[in-house]
């Protein structure tokens, strides 16, 4: 089955403790993304990357890291977390070619994260 | 500026009626894909339909389909037929042609009454 998989699905941690947000596609997608959903302000934009190696901001990249050694993952990592961080964030994937602006994104379930 | 704008942030339709739900964007990139995505209150995001900048008619999938207006740069999602299922969050999406973001709108939450 075509999906998006993102690990853990809750995860409460305490301010300042390393924690990484795992996520892997088994479509062969190029295109890779993290956003943070928050109440009255939709999905934000985290980091993107358009191919192994290849890694970008987004609207909303302070306090995040990324990488992307192989194409099917794309580990969010905080460093440091702070409380601010609490949200809702989606790993998502898309084809990636000439006409990629009709290629839909694939969502994982989402990680509930709550720093405290 | 914002690229997409939902400016009803809530919306209540009579199950087995009709209900449209707004969409404006804005772009100077003549290719683009626009996207409507469903989050029902279990959290996942579900891909509804896609509308290109260059389809001449309007897509439809199912009981949706999208009213877009191109020299209005609207792209509502249209509903027919409402179901108690299709209480969710729903949002508008926009893709151009450069393909690096993906924008979205800050969502429309529809509540189904019986």
């Known amino acids: 089955e075509a999906q998006v998989t993102q690990n853990p699905r809750y995860l409460i941690t305490v301010t300042g403790k390393k924690l990484t947000v795992t996520c892997s596609q088994n479509m062969n997608h190029e295109y890779m993304s993290w956003y943070r959903q928050d109440p009255g302000l939709g999905l934000r934009q985290i980091y993107y990357?358009?191919?192994?190696?290849?890694?970008d901001k987004g609207d909303v990249p302070e306090g995040y890291k990324v990488s992307r050694k192989e194409k099917r993952n794309f580990p969010l990592i905080l460093e440091s977390p702070s409380p601010n961080q609490t949200s809702l964030y989606f790993c998502a994937s898309s084809y990636r070619g000439s006409s990629s602006y009709n290629s839909p994104l694939h969502f994982g379930n989402g990680t509930r994260l709550t720093v405290t | 500026a914002q690229k997409i704008t939902q400016t009803q942030p809530g919306m209540f339709v009579q199950e087995k009626e009709a209900v449209t739900l707004d969409c404006t964007y804005d772009t100077s990139d003549p290719s683009y894909g626009l996207f409507w995505y469903k989050q029902p209150s279990s959290g996942e995001m579900i891909f509804l339909i896609y509308?290109?900048?260059?389809?001449?008619q309007n897509a439809t999938e199912g009981r949706y389909s999208l009213n877009f207006q191109k020299a209005r740069k609207s792209a509502n999602l249209v509903i027919s037929a409402s179901q108690l299922g299709d209480s969710a969050m729903y949002f508008c999406a926009m893709r151009e042609f450069s393909g690096n973001q993906f924008y979205f709108g800050t969502g429309t939450s529809l509540t189904v009454i019986p």
């Open positions: 509308q290109g900048s260059y389809d001449q």
């Open positions: 990357s358009m191919n192994v190696e290849v890694t």
